[in-house]
């Protein structure tokens, strides 16, 4: 038999059994949509955790103190690394907490940063409006603030915020600048404020102290990391502090993110897989009803080729049908998502890799009734009732 002739009869019996293949086809629609809608989550997540790094210094490199660790890094360890290090064009000490800023009826949650004057241009923030904090902000402990962009929407939204009193947990502050949008919520919504002013003013004794150092170039990153924690070493045991750069945490963000993608990619393959054993189910009842078919075929010099062929065509075509309806499903389904908030990022290869797991299935699933089927015996499917 020709190829032409095996899929016209395909077809033939595909149109005749209408329902019972829109049947079998839905679990390969659900499970091909369910990977494509998965691949654009995921590409979405990874793309926003570049996006909220891609304004981060990569030059440069955080230390902290380890979890449940004693240590609290300090202006005077700052001073012992400036003097020491040859691979750092700057370090800086800053503190970390969280508060709530106030302005009339507004209010907003933020990220409170007790910093100095080069805290700035080392993790590359610049400013939008205003001014950023000074040396003598810091050495005569003004109450002034630096407010990140969104800070400033929530609070201000259409007023100028330059000059204007704010509250930050009860105590008075006032805005002497505003930064530009970074898309990093630890920076837009941060409030920086002279380090000593937030240990006396605002409880920054129980605040997590963290140095930065900036790397003289990228090149240099995991030079510096060592010589950091060789310098610090000489002060603290080593396991009571942490050294990151904003490369690893980036790379474990991303991590993370594949992660999750790969484990919700995974529902979908489960998914095609039910809706493969539904066309091995359908095929092997498709044999037995035309058993008969089969031996009349085979008695006119259809050869075992041509009814393993004839089978698997017709799974293959349920599964492209499948594919395609749950590839085109997507189309109708991303812009729900995306009014509850669940952004996708949709490409080519979402698709092609949606269709080709589903024509895969089509082929695993529908192969061993195919060979069944050309297996049979022809005077045995000729008597068969």
């Known amino acids: 038999m020709r190829i032409s002739e095996i899929l016209r009869s395909v077809l033939i019996n595909i149109f005749q059994n209408k329902t019972r293949v829109i049947l079998t086809t839905l679990g390969i629609i659900v499970g091909c949509a369910t990977i494509i809608l998965v691949i654009g989550i995921g590409n979405k997540s990874k793309q926003d955790v570049a996006d909220r790094f891609k304004e981060l210094n990569a030059q440069c490199v955080t230390i902290s103190s380890s979890r449940n660790s004693t240590t609290n890094l300090t202006l005077d360890d700052v001073e012992f690394l400036k003097k020491y ?47 950023l904090l000074s040396s003598l902000d810091i050495k005569d402990r003004e109450k002034n603030v630096v407010i990140g962009n969104d800070v400033a929407t929530e609070l201000f939204a259409t007023e100028s915020a330059l000059g204007s009193d704010i509250l930050i947990n009860g105590s008075k502050f006032t805005v002497v600048g505003i930064l530009e949008r970074n898309g990093s919520d630890n920076v837009d919504l941060g409030l920086y404020i002279p380090y000593d002013v937030v240990k006396f003013y605002l409880g920054g004794s129980s605040a997590s102290n963290q140095i930065t150092a900036l790397a003289k170039s990228t090149d240099e990153v995991s030079e510096l990391q060592t010589e950091m924690k060789g310098l610090l070493s000489m002060k603290y045991d080593s396991g009571s502090f942490q050294i990151r750069d904003v490369g690893s ?53 259809a050869t075992r ?13 349920i599964s492209f049908i499948g594919g395609v309806i749950g590839s085109l499903s997507t189309l109708l389904i991303a812009p729900v998502l995306e009014v509850f908030e669940m952004d996708l990022l949709l490409d080519a290869s979402a698709y092609i890799r949606a269709m080709s797991f589903s024509l895969i299935t089509g082929t695993l699933f529908g192969y061993y009734p195919a060979l069944q089927a050309a297996q049979l015996d022809t005077i045995d499917a000729l008597r068969y009732e």
């Open 305 to 317: 080729r041509d009814i393993l062929l004839q089978f698997l065509f017709e799974s293959l075509i």
């Open 85 to 131: 290090s040859e691979k750092s064009s700057g370090i800086t000490l800053s503190s970390s907490s969280s508060g709530t800023a106030a302005y009339k009826s507004e209010s907003a949650t933020a990220a409170i940063r007790g910093v100095y004057e080069d805290y700035f241009p080392i993790n590359n923030l610049t400013i939008e409006s205003g001014r």
């Open 249 to 301: 945490i980036l790379e474990a963000a991303q991590d993370s993110a594949n992660t999750i993608a790969l484990l919700l990619a995974s529902i979908g393959a489960i998914v095609l897989v039910v809706g493969g054993i539904g066309i091995m189910n359908v095929l092997f009842v498709s044999v037995r009803e035309r058993t008969k078919e089969i031996g009349t075929l085979k008695a006119l010099g």
